[in-house]
């Protein structure tokens, strides 16, 4: 028998048990989920120490408010279930692009959601085979057949799998763009903001958008949930940029100034902390316009994305 397990994060009432009930969700669904894969040790153990650590969730938690805004009932169990492996693959591959971005060969970092980085624990090898796996998971769990998962619709997942697969390949790329980028004494906005809509922005897209059309929406409404994405993914980006700069790495869990050490392009560098800073609560407030100022959704229903977007302005890591 195939049916959803308590907790559900459904409905939206406020944004702390909301937060709380999907964390809980996702933790069991990561259990199933490795359960299912089997994968030999220490592959195993490296995956679930990578996707079991203190992250902020929160691009499953933008599936998950996508999701609410578009008023559903909560009895769609086939629905509510593609949303979970929604919220799933977009924290499986968000979490295989910080173990990668750790490595030696790239940026190098010893500490993540403040534990150490994958191939300090374990080794390179496996830290390496770790993000592979989750990425190829991540695409296995929107159609697998897993205990406490509803199965997949045929249709939702071919869906799914179009909004996610070019963007997944958008954030590689992006991660091209920001290393090519490294040590340049100047840069353009109209770059940086270039290489910001992939690497960061193209995931923040694709976890709203596959809310949206877990939920049924409408195109009008997918068309405002799109642009709402895109002014939190590059705000998100500018408010990473200023915490770099201005939080301890005990609060950031990962190392502060390792934007400077790296000599990489940011927002900071191209404007300054306190430019930087209103620029991202700009781009918050545009967001949140994206929603409010259009008829697609109703008062309550838009609750979750703007509660969210408050907790991401005021977010300190
Ligand atoms: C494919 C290697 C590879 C990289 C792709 C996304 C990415 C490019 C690299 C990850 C490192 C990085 C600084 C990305 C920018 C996006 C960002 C701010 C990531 C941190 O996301 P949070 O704050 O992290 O949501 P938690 O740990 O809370 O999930």
Redesign the pocket.
Known sequence: MTVSVTPHFMPFTTFEPFHHALRAQLRQDVEVLFTYANLPNPLNEACRYVMT???????PLLVASAFASVNISTEDNTRYDMCRRAALAV?LL??????????PC??DDAL??GQPTAHIVFDEATALLA?DVL?TLAFEVLSADMPTFAPANATLTSQLLAIFAPRARR??A??ML?LNAEARSSILQSELEAI?RD??GA?IEAAVLMGAICADASALQQQALQTFAQHIGLA??V??DVLDVTTSTDTL??SAGSDEKLDKSTYVKLMGVDSAQHYAQSLFTDGKSAIINTHHFSSSSHHALLALTDWLWA?H?
């Open positions: 650590a203190h992250g902020k969730m929160v691009r924290e968000h979490t295989y692009s910080l173990v990668h971005d750790d490595l790239m940026d993540r959601r993000g990425q954030m590689v992006g991660q920001d910001h690497k960061t995931l998100f980006q408010q990473d869990g990962k977010r890591k």
